[in-house]
């Protein structure tokens, strides 16, 4: 491991994946959400989604395509608004799902496959590939790498680690208030509120 990245190298980048991954986002909201709502094994489809999708992005990137988007104002807005789009449609849905287990067209039923193309609309997981790229694959201590797949390989793993782990984090918290939030309307208020958040994040998301 060490002689793929330097030491600095490497918790430099433990510490910017881990950071990237904890903060809360699209990805972390939706967790939570579906966890509160339907429970933990529902969660786990789109958790392991994150991370493959996560590691498309990464190839790509490492294949120069996040590159073309960094460079095409227009493009890199589409993914942008795409993204907002779809995280505030989310929003609506949660906000009508009032009980817990609700089958019905109120249920977010996120799938395995929309998962994964949700993280190609998430610009945050973009950035996030480019900056990897940038910084640990093509460049090593600031002078160009000699073994930029090896250390493509080893950062996909890190970022698959920590999209993984933190969203079963936040779906862990979410089922933990499961139980308590199916007493009266709380429920209700907390899909307000995770609504709230989850369309403000994506309102945020415009800015990056």
Same mark, same amino acid.
């Given at each position: #491991?060490?002689?793929?990245?330097?030491?600095?190298?490497?918790?430099?980048?433990? *510490?910017?994946? &881990?950071? #990237?991954?904890?903060?809360?986002?699209?990805?972390? #909201?939706?967790? +939570?959400?579906? &966890?509160?709502?339907?429970?933990?094994? @529902?969660?786990?489809?789109? !958790?392991?989604? =994150?991370?493959?999708? $996560?590691? *498309?992005? #990464?190839?790509?990137?490492?294949?120069?395509?996040?590159?073309?988007? +960094? @460079?095409?104002?227009? /493009?890199? /807005?589409?993914?942008?608004?795409l993204g907002c789009a779809y995280l505030i449609w989310l929003s609506y849905k949660l906000c009508r799902t009032k009980q817990l287990q609700q089958l019905n067209s109120a249920k977010l039923n996120i799938n395995f496959l929309q998962g994964v193309l949700l993280?190609? %609309?998430?610009?945050? =997981? $973009?950035?996030? !590939?480019?900056?990897?790229?940038? +910084?640990?694959?093509?460049? !090593?201590?600031?002078?160009?790498?000699?073994?930029?797949? @090896?250390? %493509?390989? /080893?950062?996909?793993? =890190? *970022?698959?680690?920590? &999209?993984?782990?933190?969203?079963?984090?936040? &779906? %862990?918290?979410? !089922?933990?208030?499961?139980?308590?939030?199916?007493?009266?309307?709380? /429920?209700?208020?907390?899909?307000?509120?995770?609504?709230?958040? %989850?369309?403000?994040?994506?309102?945020?998301?415009?800015?990056?």
């Amino acid at each position: #491991m060490l002689s793929i990245f330097s030491l600095n190298e490497f918790i430099a980048l433990l *510490v910017f994946s &881990a950071a #990237m991954s904890f903060s809360p986002g699209p990805n972390t #909201m939706l967790t +939570t959400a579906i &966890a509160t709502n339907e429970g933990i094994r @529902e969660t786990i489809p789109f !958790a392991l989604a =994150v991370p493959v999708g $996560w590691l *498309v992005i #990464m190839l790509s990137c490492g294949l120069g395509i996040g590159a073309v988007i +960094t @460079e095409i104002p227009s /493009l890199r /807005l589409s993914i942008k608004l795409l993204g907002c789009a779809y995280l505030i449609w989310l929003s609506y849905k949660l906000c009508r799902t009032k009980q817990l287990q609700q089958l019905n067209s109120a249920k977010l039923n996120i799938n395995f496959l929309q998962g994964v193309l949700l993280q190609f %609309l998430n610009i945050k =997981v $973009w950035l996030l !590939a480019i900056t990897i790229t940038g +910084t640990w694959i093509i460049y !090593a201590d600031g002078k160009p790498s000699s073994n930029p797949n @090896e250390r %493509l390989a /080893l950062a996909c793993a =890190v *970022v698959m680690f920590f &999209a993984f782990t933190s969203n079963m984090t936040y &779906a %862990l918290a979410g !089922a933990l208030f499961r139980t308590w939030l199916g007493t009266g309307n709380r /429920l209700e208020i907390f899909n307000y509120f995770l609504a709230l958040v %989850l369309s403000a994040t994506a309102i945020w998301t415009l800015s990056i």
